[in-house]
Nanobody, 121 residues
Framework: QVQLVESGGGLVEPGGSLRLSCTTS????????MAWFRQASGKEREYVSV?????GRIIKLSVKDRFTISRDNNTVWLELNSREPEDTARYFC?????????????????WGRGTQDTVSA
């Protein structure tokens, strides 16, 4: 059974930085798309960034100058810089076993439980 586990969330002041990690267990071959989503309180889950095993990277336009995704096999990281209060959310790691790259959360069958990230002075 494939499991995704996120870590690295916490309380950060505005303008600060944070690095989230997502590790995988229970799957020996390379996963296809690995993505980060986030969900703020009272809002829908939204995509943040996607990384493919071939080096492809997609990142949400509104955060592309502040966030960076990186990946090594079945581990993926999300570096968040110049944090803003609007970035406060629970951040989830998700993965697809195959198929094309997607940014819709409904297309991802594998999910971690998320890690809370709060930006506050």
């Amino acid at each position: 059974q494939v499991q995704l586990v996120e870590s690295g969330g916490g309380l950060v002041e505005p303008g600060g930085s944070l690095r989230l990690s997502c590790t995988t267990s229970g799957h020996s071959s390379t996963l296809k798309s690995m993505a980060w989503f986030r969900q703020a309180s009272g809002k829908e889950r939204e995509y943040v960034s996607v990384a493919t095993p071939g080096g492809g990277r997609i990142i949400k336009l509104s955060v592309k100058d502040r966030f960076t995704i990186s990946r090594d096999n079945n581990t993926v990281w999300l570096e968040l810089n110049s944090r803003e209060p609007e970035d406060t959310a629970r951040y989830f790691c998700a993965a697809r076993l195959g198929g094309p790259t997607r940014t819709n959360p409904d297309d991802y069958p594998l999910w971690g439980r998320g890690t809370q990230d709060t930006v506050s002075a």
